[in-house]
Nanobody
Framework: EEHFVESRGGLVQAGGSLRLSCAAR????????IGWFRQAPGKEREGVSC???????WSKDSVKGRFVISSDNAKSTVYLQMDNLKVEDTAVYYC???????????????????WGQGLLVTVSS
């Protein structure tokens, strides 16, 4: 069965850092683009960043220069290093796997193949 083993989220102060990790089980990083979505209270789920099997990366404009996604194929694990966190980054972060296009197009989110359970990231002012 395809699923993820995720790290814990956390509570950090604005300007701080946090690293999320997501280990694939039952599939490999060559099978799908893998990355994160997030959903803040009262808002729609949105794509944050993903990395494709060829190593190409897509990231939401508001996190560019602050969040860096990377992968370790030997561990089938994808990481999201989040620096200079802002209060508006507070959300539940979901690991996901599927077609890269799903991250930038909300109409394609429903076609993602695998979802993590979600990690709460809270950024305090």
């Amino acid at each position: 069965e395809e699923h993820f083993v995720e790290s814990r989220g956390g509570l950090v102060q604005a300007g701080g850092s946090l690293r999320l990790s997501c280990a694939a089980r039952g599939f490999t990083l060559d099978d799908y683009a893998i990355g994160w979505f997030r959903q803040a209270p009262g808002k729609e789920r949105e794509g944050v960043s993903c990395i494709s099997p060829d190593g190409s990366i897509w990231s939401k404009d508001s996190v560019k220069g602050r969040f860096v996604i990377s992968s370790d194929n030997a561990k089938s694990t994808v990481y999201l290093q989040m620096d200079n966190l802002k209060v508006e980054d507070t959300a539940v972060y979901y690991c996901a796997a599927g077609a890269r296009s799903s991250w930038a197009n909300k109409d394609l989110v429903k076609y993602l193949a695998v979802w993590g359970q979600g990690l709460l990231v809270t950024v305090s002012s």
